[in-house]
């Protein structure tokens, strides 16, 4: 009686914490909560699609201290950034391969958030997963714009989660 | 290895349309919705509650065409409203049954955003589902105050779910 699986796309984004590339608190969070609460045991009835959306670094404000004397070195930068988008997608499709539950991955150049739309029309999932922000009880009345585009724009459901409060990160702009 | 089930609270509003009472165009599709892609064939995994809040009908527009002689009167209006929400829940919870999902309904008076944020703080769903008008791709720029207040303030994640474009209405603002 089960029909076509539930398609999921979760957008997810890098830590802004300086270290070794890792995914944000809130995409994890994200993450783990569709799991819990959403996938549950029923792995077969759900398959997970990971976008990650790659800002063009446009001032190169991160690159100061480099040196940039032929083309070659700009291609460096560039293969840098897509490996760490690679880790980043590596965690989360470990972890579906724990799990049990179907998933692909893959990374875009862009606007996150018009990405995020466009992909949506593009793929047509049945929800759209994003994490946003959201800071504790007092200040909760922010939400990432992220989101709050997708939530007006995206051509399905959209789940918004916000980070949990005792997950906040000593600077909370930090995710 | 199941956990708790997953504790889904949908808030479901009446049509605005005229005739037989029956629950709104948005809120039939985001429960359709949450029973066929989130819910699907693990109904034992999931746990639906459904906050129907009815706005207190401060001018009595509707009743225009009534005669008001007796304390009576009024308690007769206060009777047909609730009789109303009782026929909105009943539609529900029959529809759980049919499928098998176990369930629970309830009616607050008040401002429907401010009363479901306080619901989601009184009951801790895991999830909060909310319909919204959406309308069309053309116009989709607009979402229904209620739902993007309630992704803003509830204290848990919040899905929106838009009415699809091809049951839109007559009048794009009934529901």
Known sequence: ???EPTRVLLAVSESTI???PHASISSRGAFEWTIQKI?????????????HVQVPDEDGFDDMDSIYASPEDFKSVERRDRIRGLHLLEYFVNRCHEIGVACKAWIKKGDPKEVICREVQRVQPDLLVVGSRGLGPFQRVFVGTVSEFCVKHAECPVITIKRRAD???QDPVDD
């Not at 549950?40 to 990971?50: A, E, I, K, P, V």
């Open 1 to 3: 009686m089960e029909s």
């Open 18 to 20: 300086r270290g070794y």
């Open 39 to 51: 996938v549950r045991s029923n792995t077969s009835g759900f398959r997970l699609h990971f976008l």
């Open 167 to 169: 997950e906040t990160p």
